[in-house]
């Protein structure tokens, strides 16, 4: 008992020899001394380091951060890009304009080399001109025209065609008129004859009637024996043969009635056979005539076309060709073009595993990607639309197609400013909530303690 009695006073003996305790004994015993200066500066920086962490503490339980959700993106116009394609194709004979060029409506862009020759051309027009002058030629005709008659244009330009038509002109009017007298002429003729036979035949007819009364006159006289037998027997025969030129000409008479009917019937047909012909053959011109018209206006459309102009205002966004003598293939795209004066918003691609903490409205900030445009600040923007839903492509990722209305149209400070133009790649930061900083510093713990705790 009295060893651990002097081991515990051993021990007292050593704490008092420590200098803290010195220090606060003379604290308590003593007025203005060394020691208690030491020990109240050691105070002061205790309390200062407290109530620093305090306020440190009470900051980062107030203070909050955004959350953001970071996708990469681009600049495009919010309409649809204007895709300028060529229905032939071709050369490409000169390239007018620079990707990013700003035109106007109606500008040249790229000009294509002619599909056809301007010697084929002029042969195809010069069949159109022939093909109308023999088209005035034979309506003059069907209408019985006297001459022909040629717009002023078609005089000047095929003064060879037209002497040929008015050559053609008169030697076919001449032969129809030829061919009809001939045909009025035997008309005329059977005419004559049918006039002479019906004379005849009228003259005929009356001797017959006398004659016939003579021989009953003779046949009385001849029962009372006055009259010759013989003498009435010539008489009779007389009449007979009078009958019997009778009956032929009216026989002929019939005949020739039939044919001077011919006769007219084949004049007729004279007639309409050269008219079925004159517009047979105007058909068939006017018909060729319209085709080759076709083809000209064909021709003209494909010329024009040779030279692909700016369906609208706006800029050059890609050349497809950039080489003078390079191939556009049938329908191919030459340029696609954005169109003016239509605004510009960022789509970005979001991964899919960020796309249920955004939604439209949400803020967005919007950074350069280029070192040069890292001195600016980040624009703001709002989310204006999501894809419906994911889109994969090839070796990449699938992500969410998302637009942000960027709140201004270029980065500006105060010396400087960048414009937003399509194709130019920036950096967007989606907010999608925010935390405190005591919550950002303790979250790593909590999870991993909560992991911790729930395993086995």
């Known amino acids: 008992?009295?060893?651990?009695?002097?081991?515990?006073?051993?021990?007292?003996?050593?704490?008092?020899?420590?200098?803290?305790?010195?220090?606060?004994?003379?604290?308590?015993?003593?007025?203005?001394?060394?020691?208690?200066?030491?020990?109240?500066?050691?105070?002061?920086?205790?309390?200062?380091?407290?109530?620093?962490?305090?306020?440190?503490?009470?900051?980062?339980?107030?203070?909050?951060?955004?959350?953001?959700?970071?996708?990469?993106?681009?600049?495009v116009p919010a309409g649809q890009m204007k895709r300028i394609q060529h229905l032939e194709g071709g050369i490409v004979r000169e390239i007018h304009v620079k990707e990013g060029e700003v035109v106007k409506v109606g500008q040249p862009l790229v000009e294509l080399e002619s599909t056809a020759s301007e010697a084929d051309l002029q042969e195809i027009e010069t069949r159109i001109g022939t093909l109308k002058v023999n088209a005035i030629r034979l309506q003059a005709q069907l209408d019985g025209a006297k001459g022909l008659v040629f717009p002023a244009e078609l005089i000047a330009t095929y003064p060879n065609q037209i002497a040929s038509a008015r050559a053609m002109f008169r030697a076919q009017r001449d032969r129809l008129i030829s061919a009809v007298s001939e045909q009025e002429l035997k008309i005329k003729q059977r005419e004559a004859e049918l006039a002479e036979i019906g004379t005849r035949l009228s003259h005929s007819v009356g001797r017959h009637k006398i004659l016939s009364e003579q021989?009953?006159?003779?046949?009385?006289?001849?029962?009372?024996?006055?009259?010759?037998?013989?003498?009435?027997?010539?008489?009779?025969?007389?009449?007979?043969?009078?009958?019997?030129?009778?009956?032929?000409?009216?026989?002929?008479?019939?005949?020739?009635?039939?044919?001077?009917?011919?006769?007219?019937v084949a004049l007729q047909s004279l007639r309409l056979g050269e008219d079925e012909q004159l517009r047979k053959e105007l058909g068939e011109t006017s018909r060729e005539l319209a085709e080759f018209s076709e083809r000209v206006r064909k021709f003209a459309d494909s010329r024009a076309r040779t030279t692909i102009r700016a369906p609208i205002d706006g800029a050059v966004m890609t050349l497809y060709v950039v080489t003078e003598g390079g191939v556009v293939a049938p329908g191919g795209t030459v340029l696609s073009m954005v169109p003016g004066g239509d605004r510009l918003v960022?789509?970005?691609?979001?991964?899919?595993?960020?796309?249920?903490?955004v939604r439209p409205g949400q803020r967005a900030r919007l950074q350069l990607v280029s070192t040069a445009g890292r001195g600016f600040s980040p624009l703001d923007g709002k989310v204006t639309q999501i894809s419906p839903d994911s889109i994969a492509e090839q070796d990449q990722q699938p992500f969410y197609l998302v637009r942000i209305a960027p709140a201004a149209d270029a980065f500006a400070d105060d010396v400087a400013r960048y414009s937003l133009r399509p194709g130019v790649e920036v950096e967007a930061s989606i907010v999608t909530g925010s935390r405190s900083v005591l919550r950002y510093v303790l979250d790593p713990f909590l999870g991993s303690l909560k992991n911790g705790l729930s395993e086995r």
């Open 1 to 75: 008992m009295h060893e651990r009695l002097h081991a515990i006073w051993n021990r007292l003996e050593t704490w008092a020899d420590h200098p803290r305790i010195r220090l606060a004994v003379a604290y308590l015993t003593a007025g203005d001394s060394p020691e208690l200066g030491q020990v109240r500066g050691e105070r002061r920086l205790v309390r200062l380091t407290a109530l620093t962490m305090l306020l440190f503490t009470v900051w980062a339980a107030l203070f909050e951060l955004d959350i953001a959700a970071h996708a990469p993106g681009k600049v």
């Open 215 to 264: 021989v009953a006159i003779n046949q009385k006289l001849l029962s009372q024996g006055l009259m010759n037998e013989y003498e009435h027997l010539e008489l009779r025969k007389e009449e007979q043969s009078l009958r019997g030129g009778i009956a032929e000409s009216r026989a002929a008479l019939g005949r020739l009635k039939a044919a001077l009917e011919q006769e007219n």
């Open 346 to 357: 960022v789509e970005v691609r979001l991964p899919v595993g960020e796309v249920g903490f």
